[in-house]
């Protein structure tokens, strides 16, 4: 005799949205993206300047695990680098922001890996090029 199901299915996602060869972003297309060192300086400086202005920083257990796992997954660490990161990743207008912010993230060790993780590069950007970027980012890795 078969057994009943343990767990219900897992519904579909919500939209169709799909990061696959050709991105599908829905409502998120066009939408401005943070890569993980971007919003942890964006919020590390929000929870700094409320603390300062001794304001109700309001300090979830959500917004204590949002920081950990920031400070655990940034690849740059300081605000300088940081920032050159978006300057480098900015100057690519091939790429889209998410492309760009996935890059950003993830910073893969080569051509190939980035291809891998972010399908859409295939047929933006050359190997050369991305070769350079994905060099030029992991200077400022730190």
Partial sequence: MPQAP??????????????????????????????????????????AKRRNDRKNVNETEILTKTIDYLDAFARFKQKENVEA?????????????????????????GVEEAKTLIPSLTDKIGDDDLQELLEEMGKLQG
Avoid at 24 to 34: C, I, N, R
Avoid at 95 to 105: M, V
């Fill in 6 to 47: 343990t767990s219900r299915p897992k519904p579909p996602p919500p939209g169709d949205e799909e990061a696959g060869n050709v991105l599908k972003l829905g409502e998120f297309e066009g939408v401005e993206t943070l890569s993980l060192s971007e919003a942890s300086l964006v919020i590390n400086a929000l929870v």
């Fill in 85 to 109: 990161v978006e300057r480098l990743l900015g100057s690519h207008t091939e790429l889209t922001k998410f492309e760009r912010a996935a890059l950003g993230s993830l910073c893969p060790d």
